[in-house]
Structure formats: C-alpha cells, structure tokens
C-alpha cells in the first residue's frame, strides 16, 4: 500500500512539473498607461493668418488688413478633473497689412497673457481664453511711425494629446488695441482690431 501511495504521488508530481512546461496561447497583459493629465508645463509653436483687421485711422478705409503671424507660446495648466484651468504667455511676429491711397497699416511684432479655462475629455482638451494684449503697430504715409498699443484678446481653441509629451492645438482669437497717436501725414491716430486663426504645437514637460 505504501508502495501504491508513493508511485501516485510521484505521478503527480511529475504531470504537475510537466504541464508547468507546456506553452501557451495567453496574451501578455498590456501595459499600464496613466491617465492622460494636462497639469504641468508646456511649451510650443504656432503658424496662423490674421484677417479682417481695422487700423481706424480717421478717414481712411485701412479695414481689410491680412497677412502671416507665427511664434511661439508657454504656459502651465493645473487639472481639477475634468476643469483644466492654466496660463498663458505668446510672442508673435506678424505681418498683418492694409494699404489705400498711398497709406499703410501694419501689424508687426505682438504677444498676449491670457488665462485659460478648458474642459478636459481624455486626449481631447476644449477651452477658452481671454487676457491683456499688445503689439507694434506702424503707420505709413510718406513717412512712416511705429507705436505699441495695449488692449485685449480673447479666443477658443480645441487642442488634443498625440502622445504623453506632444499635443496639436487650433484655435480662434481676436485682438483689439487701443487708438495711439501717431507722427504721420494724414494718419495722426490709428488704432488695431482683428482676427486670427492658428495651428500650434507643444511640449509637455
């Protein structure tokens, strides 16, 4: 009997031992991926075409303004799921222009501060923003003067997570500065308003 016990035991041991070593067809779990967080710093840059532009000098059509702005952006949001709220700073060179009857307007170098309000849906991050702006504006009518004005922008956007570390955004913005006196011909106030339209990408560090 003994004997019996010990040879069914043996027996088990090594079929236990034996389909230990059988292959098989399971999947690998995946691997873990953390939850997508906009919180943190980023940084990036941006292409767009500024339209509809007003420089408002008294008695000259100079409304149709239009042209390229690029530059780069920075700022630091914090997520309180799913509101993400942030800050951010730009620093643009346009060349956002109108001309009528020997006078010009141009918009050159620009940046803004704006908060930013977004609402957070996986990879896809809606939001608004609105905050101070400024930008170098020059005047030209046989002589030419540059001031910079101070006003206000405001805009909304739709940016989304390609990977952890990039993301691509675009996004609307108007900008409206305020009137500045200006030592030219013809042209002695101006003021600028307008939009834009921007595609960007950034870096989350």
């Known amino acids: 009997m003994k004997k019996l016990l010990l040879v069914m035991a043996a027996t088990l041991i090594a079929g236990s031992?034996?389909?230990?070593?059988?292959?098989?067809?399971q999947q690998p779990e995946p691997a873990y991926q953390a939850p997508v967080t906009w919180t943190g710093l980023y940084a990036g840059v941006n292409l767009g075409y500024g339209f509809s532009g007003d420089f408002d000098p008294p008695?000259?059509?100079?409304n149709s303004a239009s042209g390229w702005t690029g530059g780069v952006q920075a700022g630091y949001?914090?997520?309180?799921?799913?509101?993400?709220?942030?800050?951010?700073?730009?620093?643009?060179?346009?060349?956002i222009t109108d001309k009528w009857m020997g006078g010009k307007g141009t918009l050159g170098f620009n940046g803004s501060i704006t908060p930013r309000l977004g609402y957070a849906m996986?990879?896809?991050?809606?939001?608004?923003k609105a905050g101070i702006a400024g930008g170098d504006v020059e005047m030209k009518y046989v002589r030419s003067d540059?001031?910079?004005l101070v006003g206000w922008t405001a805009g909304f956007g739709l940016e989304y997570r390609v990977t952890p570390e990039i993301?691509?955004?675009a996004e609307y913005n108007y900008t409206s500065l305020a009137r500045g006196d200006?030592?030219?011909?013809?042209?002695?106030?101006?003021s600028y308003s307008g939009s834009d339209v921007k595609l960007g990408v950034n870096y989350h560090f």
């Open 182 to 190: 200006y030592d030219v011909n013809a042209l002695p106030r101006a």
């Open 122 to 128: 996986g990879d896809f991050l809606p939001y608004v």
């Open 17 to 25: 031992a034996y389909a230990a070593d059988i292959p098989t067809n």
């Open 146 to 148: 540059t001031n910079f």
């Open 59 to 62: 008695g000259w059509r100079l």
């Open 167 to 169: 993301s691509v955004r």
């Open 77 to 95: 949001n914090m997520q309180y799921d799913p509101i993400v709220v942030g800050i951010e700073g730009s620093l643009n060179y346009a060349d």
